[in-house]
């Protein structure tokens, strides 16, 4: 039986995997404690998931931008947290989906002190 060989086809990634894949990796870097609300804007004002502290954009070229709005525990050394949030991201996305990576923003939107309350007697 002869075998042909075929180009292969074209896979496509719906932006809705790259934001569920940016924002577990995220959630897995230490001192990160959640995602925040995104800023809205006109341009996100009616999409959906605009709630979920991602927002990408895909270029024509392929190149991923994301920007990731998180809050911190009281204990992340923010700079070293944000380094590692922008790596970790940007090694998911090449490594899971094959994407280049242009940019990973980190805006830290606040810092979680809940665990700290001491409860008055």
């Known amino acids: 039986m ?3 060989e075929r180009p292969p ?4 990634i719906a932006p809705g995997v790259l934001s569920t894949i940016i924002r577990l990796t995220a959630l897995q870097v230490e001192g990160v ?20 502290g991602v927002d990408i954009t895909i270029e024509e070229d392929g190149s991923v ?16 947290t944000s380094k590692q ?7 998911a996305i090449s490594k899971m989906v094959g994407m280049e990576v242009g940019t990973i923003n980190v805006h830290i939107e606040d810092i979680d002190y809940q665990n700290n309350l001491v409860p008055e007697d």
Request: charged share 25%; hydrophobic share 35%.
């Open 2 to 4: 002869a075998t042909t």
């Open 9 to 12: 086809g074209k896979t496509t």
């Open 33 to 52: 404690s959640r995602l925040a609300l995104t800023p809205s804007t006109v341009n996100t004002l009616f999409s959906r998931n605009r709630d979920d």
């Open 65 to 80: 931008y994301a920007d990731l709005h998180l809050v911190l525990t009281d204990k992340a050394n923010i700079r070293e």
């Open 85 to 91: 949030v922008q790596e970790e991201v940007s090694v």
